[in-house]
């Protein structure tokens, strides 16, 4: 190769390496969507680190906004962390707003042991781009034996 070709080689190497280096490019942040507008979903029940009890129903409280009338679905995912099967999932779809709570009954399997951990998460569906999710809250399945007053 003559120096000429390498010199040339050299530089569009260089002009390679660097050519996304000097400019910074917008992107959405993990709350935003595509277009901008911040978007946030909360599951404000259960309380993270809570016992739940098997063979009963455990209420999915969740709540989203965005900065328009952007969100047209809320939902929740429940899986049992040992081994991440999912447990049960919903979806609600609506006209296009910009806040939404609602509050899901889920039954929590009577056959699930004492000390199984369930991770709960809402999810909020934008007008447009993918789902975002909230925190994770984990709660612990307990078995409420019938000769308990309590557990009849």
Avoid: H, K
Avoid at 5 to 13: C, E, N, P, Y
Avoid at 55 to 84: D, H, K, M, P
Avoid at 97 to 104: C, K, N, W, Y
């Amino acid at each position: 190769m003559s120096r000429a070709g390498a010199v040339g080689s050299l530089l569009a190497g260089v002009l390679v390496l660097l050519s996304g280096c000097f400019a910074d490019r917008p992107r959405p942040g993990p709350m935003e969507g595509e277009t901008g507008e911040v978007i946030s979903v909360e599951l404000l029940r259960p309380l993270d680190n809570a016992v739940v009890i098997a063979g009963r129903n455990l209420e999915i409280e969740a709540e989203a906004s965005g900065t328009a009338a952007i969100l047209t679905g809320l939902g929740y995912v429940v899986r049992v962390v040992q081994g991440g099967q999912r447990l049960d999932s919903a979806l609600v779809r609506f006209p296009a707003r910009a806040v939404v709570r609602d509050t899901f009954q889920v039954l929590v399997p009577a056959q699930l042991a004492t000390n199984t951990n369930l991770s709960i998460r809402a999810l909020v569906i934008p007008l447009a781009g993918a789902a975002r999710y909230s925190a994770i809250a984990q709660v612990v399945v307990a078995q409420c034996p019938p000769d308990i007053p309590a557990c009849r």
